[in-house]
């Protein structure tokens, strides 16, 4: 499979929705396109590498030394030693070869990736580039951590402190419209406080304008949260369906029925077998 397009056809979010759902592999190459309003601004390029729909590694360049070069900056490990501990053709990831040879710890794994993945978070604040995901691409042995996490994942977080939402700005679900659950159980996947609250929210009967009044939020806050739980594949946009009122929450009250009865009684018009037959059937209701 190979996907060309540009961020304003086709979001990194939705993206990573459709790697994450279709469980693909291969390399996301993204390029940046220069601002033409800023003098020396240049196009940057980024790579995001994928195994069954998660991301196992990033990179700025493609001649394998990105991880290498994080390594060397922390000054974990010299270029030399690295160069000597990892010479052979592997098929093992540099960071899980160098955990076992206890060169690095599981700790210090966990920090380079999360550093692979900041570069992630900040391709989605890019509102112009072009990308390409080459399904044939080969596996970067030596820019792999060993961990790996799920693309969907990645992309919750990465729009849960994103501050520019205009590329998505035409995505998000309508203010009158709700949300309703997709999934059989509660979701699975970690999702925020917010996201809960208004996950709650997802049985199709309230709008998100409703939803956000009664969470005391901005509209556009509840919006961009339904629109993640939208993305994760747990609820969809739907028409809201007021919900049939259940009687017995509004029990009646009859005293104006009792105060009454006598002077209805005596009036000609009135058969009084049908008001008796009217408080009956209300009684029986209540």
């Not at 042995?141 to 060993?146: D, V």
């Amino acid at each position: 499979m190979s996907l060309s397009s540009s961020f304003t056809d086709f979001s990194l979010a939705e993206l990573f929705q459709l790697i994450d759902q279709g469980r693909k592999s291969g390399c996301l190459s993204v390029c940046t396109l220069p601002d033409l309003y800023a003098p020396g601004s240049k196009s940057h390029y980024y790579y995001i590498w994928f195994r069954q729909g998660r991301i196992i590694a990033t990179a700025n360049r493609l001649n394998g030394g990105g991880l290498a070069s994080k390594i060397a900056q922390r000054k974990w490990i010299n270029q030399s030693d690295l160069d000597q501990l990892y010479t052979v053709a592997s098929t093992t990831p540099l960071g899980l070869n160098l955990k076992t040879q206890e060169v690095l710890s599981a700790e210090q794994l966990n920090l380079l990736f999360a550093s692979q993945l900041q570069q992630v978070r900040e391709l989605f604040e890019i509102q112009t580039g072009v990308f390409k995901l080459d399904s044939k691409a080969t596996v970067p042995w030596k820019e792999m951590t060993g961990l790996s996490l799920r693309a969907i994942e990645v992309a919750l977080m990465a729009l849960r402190v994103l501050k520019n939402w205009g590329v998505m700005a035409d995505a998000l679900p309508d203010p009158d419209s709700g949300i309703q659950s997709i999934i059989q159980n509660k979701p699975n996947l970690r999702l925020d406080s917010f996201e809960w609250q208004v996950w709650e929210f997802a049985n199709g009967s309230v709008c998100i304008r409703a939803i956000a009044s009664q969470l005391h939020q901005p509209i556009v806050k509840v919006q961009q949260a339904a629109f993640r739980l939208m993305l994760a594949g747990l609820v969809e946009e739907v028409t809201p369906i007021m919900a049939t009122p259940d009687l017995d929450d509004y029990p009646l009250d009859f005293s104006w029925l009792n105060s009454t009865k006598s002077s209805l009684l005596e009036t000609p018009q009135v058969d009084s077998g049908f008001l008796q037959n009217l408080v009956g059937f209300l009684r029986s209701k209540n």
